[in-house]
């Protein structure tokens, strides 16, 4: 089979679940991670036979995405602020609202020159793409990294050995708040924690609902802003004047934060994400 078959045989079958737009995307990612070859060299190169391997990942790629497997998790890569991660099922994905989460908290740090030393502690890691970002763009921070999960760490680990950034991996249950005395106290404390109420996983789409690790998803319904309460208290309890606290947000509890934590004493700014949503949240001590 040569590349350009392979292509429109993958297309063909992503069009059943997916937008034309949507499912060419995702079959020119797998050509790409298959062959090593770029959507150009693709075209050039439209007649090259793939090998008998080669064909077989795209059998085994095709069956994976049409029982809706995301992308990420099925080629086991994501990217993220310009660089490439490992992802499996026991992170979510990446988002491209979290970047733009990443740019504000980069931009507030020099808006700001916060003066050194600076400590920053990301809640929730996941992949740890935020903390890594971060590292990058900030590379004299001290960072810290939290999860609950060990197998959501063993990830970040790995991303991080590979990304070549030093970073302060901890286990612990943020919501537990015996634990918080055990943690350094940041400079800037960041979070993208669970925030999707139970009675919506109804409606998520399957690629997310059955693939993406509830436990980073879903919250309780009759309290769902239950990790921006304990963000701003551990914040108000532990954090010096003018720290920073930063929190991406469910886009229907945007308002809901905001006046939470300006109840609870600490002035927050909410910014709209490029898709004009309330998405992430700025507050300073």
Same mark, same amino acid.
């Given at each position: 089979?040569i590349?350009?078959?392979?292509y429109?045989?993958?297309l063909l079958?992503?069009c ?8 060419a995307n995702i079959a020119?990612?797998v ?5 090593n070859?770029?959507k150009?060299d693709?075209?050039?190169n439209k007649?090259? $036979?793939?090998s =008998?391997l ?8 095709? &069956?994976?995405? !049409? @029982?809706h497997?995301?992308i990420?998790?099925v080629l ?6 310009n ?7 026991h992170?979510l994905i990446?988002?491209?609202?979290t970047?733009e ?5 980069v931009?507030?740090?020099l808006?700001?020159e916060i ?8 809640i929730?890691?996941g ?5 890594i970002a971060?590292?990058?763009?900030i ?5 810290t990294? $939290?999860d609950i =999960?060990?197998?959501?760490?063993t990830v970040?680990k790995?991303? &991080?050995?590979? !990304? @070549?950034?030093d970073i302060?991996?901890k286990?612990?249950d943020?919501l537990?708040?015996s634990?918080w005395?055990?943690?350094p ?8 924690p669970?925030?999707?109420p139970?009675k919506?996983?109804?409606?998520i789409?399957?690629?997310?609902k059955?693939?993406?690790?509830t ?9 769902p802003?239950?990790f921006?309460e304990?963000l ?16 991406e ?10 006046t !939470?934590?300006?109840k609870?004493?600490i002035?927050?700014?909410l910014?709209?994400?490029m898709?004009?949503k ?5 507050a300073?001590?």
């Amino acid at each position: 089979m040569i590349i350009q078959q392979a292509y429109q045989k993958l297309l063909l079958a992503l069009c059943q679940i997916y937008d034309t737009k949507e499912a060419a995307n995702i079959a020119n990612w797998v050509m790409e991670n298959i062959t090593n070859l770029s959507k150009m060299d693709r075209i050039i190169n439209k007649n090259f $036979v793939l090998s =008998s391997l080669q064909q077989q990942q795209l059998q085994s790629y095709t &069956a994976q995405l !049409l @029982q809706h497997m995301p992308i990420q998790y099925v080629l086991g890569e994501t990217w993220f602020y310009n660089f490439k991660l490992y992802v499996n099922e026991h992170v979510l994905i990446p988002r491209p609202e979290t970047e733009e989460l990443v740019e504000w908290i980069v931009s507030s740090y020099l808006q700001k020159e916060i003066n050194s030393p600076i400590h920053i502690m990301d809640i929730g890691t996941g992949s740890g793409c935020i903390a890594i970002a971060l590292k990058k763009q900030i590379p004299k921070a001290a960072i810290t990294a $939290v999860d609950i =999960s060990n197998n959501a760490l063993t990830v970040a680990k790995q991303n &991080a050995a590979t !990304l @070549q950034v030093d970073i302060d991996f901890k286990q612990l249950d943020f919501l537990d708040t015996s634990t918080w005395a055990t943690l350094p106290i940041p400079t800037i404390l960041v979070s993208n924690p669970p925030y999707i109420p139970l009675k919506e996983k109804a409606s998520i789409a399957k690629h997310v609902k059955d693939y993406e690790p509830t436990t980073a998803l879903f919250v309780p319904n009759d309290n769902p802003l239950v990790f921006y309460e304990a963000l701003a208290k551990f914040a108000l309890q532990y954090m010096q004047p003018k720290s920073f606290l930063f929190a991406e947000v469910h886009a229907d509890y945007g308002e809901d934060v905001y006046t !939470l934590w300006n109840k609870m004493g600490i002035s927050a700014i909410l910014k709209k994400d490029m898709q004009e949503k309330n998405r992430i949240i700025k507050a300073m001590l």
